[in-house]
């Protein structure tokens, strides 16, 4: 039960990363398909997913879904899973599940990509907060596992009070190689532009103000050293706060930086493949695809110690900066300018395994993921590779 493409996401490359891991290990698959509300693949209405082609599209699937169960297609040996935890018409699992004998009924994981239990996840913003947390406890019910993508992410669903099974994929799923092959070489660092990207979206919970003040801060150390800062967008740069549009509309007439964007998937890569870092300040990307796809592409990541990403690092204390501390993060971002990091590689590397872990579980060899003991917290300073 995949998720609708849009150019502007990653999730146009998603299916294809899971099909490609499917097929290698000989698993016998079904993509359940959905249909569209529009073609343009644009994110209208919200942030994250456009509000209503989300949901238009979810319900359809789910509408396929059950014609598969009520045609018998489905039993007890089956797993359906789903690559997000918020799936409208869900519901309809349960309802039907409870009135079939046990013989018909498939196990369902889902995969947590971040929800209410994420302190500054969408959800908040638009004040859904309230209804989401009801709903999380339904599908919590009824669920055979819950997938999160890191320890403190576990922690989150802990406190929260969710009971069914929790698994840490310690990652996300991504496909190294076919993010390699849409840029014609891996160009040398040596060769690259002396270059800074911020390629999360330009909204309150990514901290572009933060960005913004790294910039400003680069200039007040190194007034004539040139680096060009920019931002990188899918789509038309916009956010959910206006004084950030204000305040980089005013950076980029300083020629302080510089904004990309509408583009298209290869062309981001092009860009990231002639820069140096990508930079990230987010309060919850909870992994991020972009430390994924610039360290497969030799770009050097500088993120902050917050959260999922000293799992995501391997607490690497040289590509890591304190969090909110601009001078750290310059101390930092100074050296990852001129030398490529010696880890280099080992993040997207180990994300490329993501989805092999998530078949491990639901084909039952998942127990070293598994999360339910009350020593949890043990795995948080375990380096994973």
């Not at 994981?109 to 994420?118: H, P, Y």
């Not at 908040?124 to 406890?137: D, I, L, R, T």
């Not at 596992?145 to 969710?162: D, F, P, Q, S």
């Not at 004084?243 to 981001?268: P, Q, V």
């Amino acid at each position: 039960m995949g998720l609708e493409p849009y150019k502007a996401r990653y999730t146009l490359q998603l299916q294809e990363w899971n099909e490609r891991v499917f097929k290698r290990r000989g698993i016998n698959y079904v993509i359940v398909p959905g249909e569209t509300l529009s073609n343009d693949q644009a994110i209208v209405t919200g942030q994250v997913l456009d509000a209503h082609g989300r949901t238009y599209f979810g319900m359809s699937q789910l509408m396929n879904l059950i014609r598969m169960m009520k045609q018998g297609e489905l039993n007890s040996e089956d797993v359906i899973y789903f690559e997000d935890m918020f799936q409208p018409g869900i519901e309809s699992l349960p309802y039907i599940l409870n009135q079939i004998d046990v013989g018909s009924r498939p196990r369902i994981f889902v995969r947590c990509l971040a929800q209410s239990i994420d302190p500054d996840d969408f959800v908040h913003v638009w004040g859904m907060s309230e209804f989401m947390g009801h709903y999380e406890k339904m599908v919590d019910s009824f669920v055979d596992g819950v997938l999160a993508t890191n320890e403190e992410m576990v922690m989150h669903m802990k406190i929260a009070g969710w009971q069914s099974p929790i698994y840490n994929i310690s990652g996300l799923a991504f496909g190294k190689d076919e993010v390699q092959s849409r840029v014609a070489s891996i160009t040398p660092f040596s060769e690259r532009r002396h270059r800074v990207v911020f390629s999360a979206r330009w909204d309150q919970e990514k901290q572009p103000d933060f960005y913004m003040d790294l910039i400003e801060g680069w200039y007040q150390r190194h007034p004539n050293k040139y680096v060009e800062f920019c931002v990188c967008s899918g789509g038309k740069l916009k956010s959910n706060n206006q004084n950030y549009m204000l305040r980089t509309k005013w950076l980029e007439s300083k020629g302080l930086l510089t904004i990309y964007e509408d583009l298209e998937k290869n062309d981001y890569y092009n860009i990231v493949n002639e820069s140096r870092v990508v930079f990230n300040c987010a309060l919850q990307d909870w992994v991020s695809n972009t430390v994924s796809e610039a360290d497969a592409l030799g770009c050097n990541v500088l993120y902050p110690a917050y959260r999922s990403f000293p799992e995501t690092f391997a607490n690497d204390h040289t590509r890591l900066y304190v969090p909110w501390s601009i001078e750290d993060a310059l101390d930092k971002l100074e050296k990852l300018l001129e030398k490529p990091s010696e880890h280099l590689g080992k993040i997207s590397t180990r994300n490329d395994s993501t989805i092999d872990r998530i078949c491990d579980i639901l084909e039952r060899q998942g127990e070293s993921m598994l999360r339910m003991t009350t020593d949890y917290r043990k795995h948080t300073r375990e380096s994973k590779f």
